[in-house]
């Protein structure tokens, strides 16, 4: 951290400043006076200082961070690719990993089958919402505990471990006993107190990006987790509000070169929720392969005009097993394996 001081201020206060950051914040401050002003260069844990706090003294200038306010995900601090394990399948680290399933749990017939079908297909996690976060209150909710309870089915059946949003703190008991990664949406990522609580639990995370937050938000919204002690942490881009509104939201594929710069944690892309349409999920799922995504969260549903949320940007279960044969090359290409 660099503080700029203003004109002609006095070495005695510039002393007396060095003394008192040394003292409050436990790091050591290197002085360069220059022929106006002076700055003093901070080394040492700046974590915890308030940048605002400092600003307003009436003998300084500017204030500026050198280093990134986030450590835990730090690609600097931690150089090597993170590999997250959900119940044994892993992701990051060289593998291409497909999430698929329906947006909601709507039934046992409909959660089986589609597990079923994505797993033949060759995805290797069951997603299914069972408390949905909607924006009208009057839009199915999602069956709640039955529809974990319809999950642990579907999982019996296939083996296909299970991915589910969490949306309150109470809910995070009944997910550490059911749920092999647990998904906090677009809606919640700023959502603190949540993420301080999952940071408590022992599963692993899928972390949304939020619906208008930058990389920094995001990777610091993961940072909340791991700081709270649980570090596996998987990014999930699914785009962001734009002012274009043909499409649902907007897929910002810059996001998986940039957090793979900025951070050591796997990240997946999810084009269903940022297409909003089913026929622009297939060449979406082969841009996200082709910029180097560690997988995708695809939505599949059984009978997507019936189906209670989100059916058109669902795929069919066929329309899926022709995405994952086109993507199997492309991932071979990219040097990962399905
Ligand atoms: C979802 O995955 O079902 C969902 C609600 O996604 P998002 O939080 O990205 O809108
Ligand atoms: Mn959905």
């Not at 001081?5 to 206060?13: L, Y």
């Not at 835990?72 to 399933?101: E, L, M, Q, Y």
């Not at 709640?144 to 809910?171: C, F, N, R, W, Y």
């Not at 939505?299 to 279960?317: F, I, M, R, Y």
């Amino acid at each position: 951290m660099v503080i700029v001081m203003k004109p002609h201020v006095t070495q005695q206060a510039i002393e007396a400043m060095v003394r008192q950051l040394e003292q409050d914040y436990k790091v050591q401050v290197g002085v360069t006076n220059g022929v106006d002003c002076s700055i003093l260069g901070l080394v040492g844990d700046t974590t915890h200082i308030d940048l605002d706090k400092l600003s307003m003294d009436d003998n300084v200038e500017r204030v500026m961070r050198v280093q990134e306010p986030y450590k835990k995900a730090n690609r600097n601090f931690h150089p090597k690719d993170s590999v997250v394990d959900v119940s044994g399948v892993k992701i990051g680290g060289g593998s291409f990993t497909v999430i698929a399933g329906p947006c909601s749990v709507e039934s046992p017939e409909q959660i089986v089958s589609v597990a079923q079908d994505v797993k033949a297909a060759g995805a290797r996690l069951l997603r299914g919402g069972a408390f949905k976060p909607r924006t009208s209150p009057y839009s199915f909710q999602g069956m709640g505990e039955d529809g974990l309870t319809l999950l642990l089915q579907a999982k019996a059946a296939t083996g296909l471990p299970i991915v589910t949003e969490i949306m309150s703190p109470k809910h995070c008991q009944l997910f550490e006993e059911t749920v092999d990664l647990v998904q906090v949406g677009a809606r919640n990522m700023q959502n603190f107190d949540l993420l301080k609580e999952v940071g408590k639990m022992s599963k692993p995370i899928l972390l949304k990006r939020g619906l208008a937050n930058t990389y920094e938000e995001w990777v610091m919204s993961a940072e909340y987790i791991m700081a709270a002690g649980n570090e596996n942490v998987i990014l999930c881009e699914r785009g962001v509000r734009t002012f274009e509104t043909y499409t649902r939201n907007t897929l910002d594929l810059s996001a998986v070169p940039v957090i793979k710069k900025m951070s050591h944690l796997p990240i997946v892309v999810d084009p269903s929720h940022a297409a909003g349409m089913y026929w622009m999920v297939e060449p979406l799922a082969m841009a996200a392969a082709a910029v180097g995504a560690d997988g995708l969260m695809v939505e599949v549903h059984n009978d997507p005009p019936n189906a209670k949320c989100d059916g058109q940007q669902s795929l069919t279960p066929a329309n899926f097993r022709r995405l994952m044969d086109k993507l199997a090359p492309l991932a071979a290409l990219m040097g990962r394996s399905l």
